[in-house]
């Protein structure tokens, strides 16, 4: 879903030539609830509008949420924008996202708690752990559970854990087999009934699934 917000200022009176906003005239509407911290947008969207970011324009679609500004004229000399939020599927590390473009942007400001999954490792792994991520949540979804946070913890060893704390643990190269492994588990126990409160899922073997919960480990 996209959050809008509307902008509405006048021109600074007795200036018509005044290219550059008042902050202090600027008036904000918010149709719905937003990402963004409402009163630091207005500034960093006034101070892009009078471009005191001349030497990096695009900062302010990198550095806050604002993902698009659109600004048309009225017939008073008002000017209206409208302003699209990014739209985060993931958060990184130092405060980071993965948008829905699959940007990495870094905004300042943002009240709201997201509840995203957390995707940890180095940079040049962000797409490789997202595409996992969607593949990991595909099989998770056969028995209801989100999973929260998945992990390159290097020599290939992924771990990822979901809103059950269960962890499960995979190899990057075999990690679609094991997937195939862990949904023929899952629909195991879902088939036959049994839950044994299991914490955690070891796919890496390849000849057997390591399973552990509170009590004891067992292999099958």
Known sequence: MRYLIIIIFALLAGCSSQKEANIDSINIKVS??????????????????????????????SNSWVSVIKATNTFDE???????????????????????????????GGDKSLKLVSIIGRDNEYLTLLDSTFLLQDILNLKGNSLISIEHRGSGFI?????ESVTYRFNEEDFRVQLERLEELILFELNSGINDDIRYIDLRYKNAIALGNKNMEKSI
């Open 78 to 108: 008002e000017i209206h924008i409208e302003v699209k939020e990014h739209q985060p599927i993931a958060s990184l590390d130092r405060g980071r996202f993965i948008t829905q473009e699959g940007k990495i942007i870094t905004p300042s």
């Open 32 to 61: 719905k609830e937003i990402i963004s911290n409402f009163d630091q947008v207005k500034h960093q969207i006034t101070n892009h509008l009078q471009n005191k970011n001349k030497y990096n324009k695009s900062e302010i679609f």
């Open 159 to 163: 771990e990822a854990v979901d809103n």
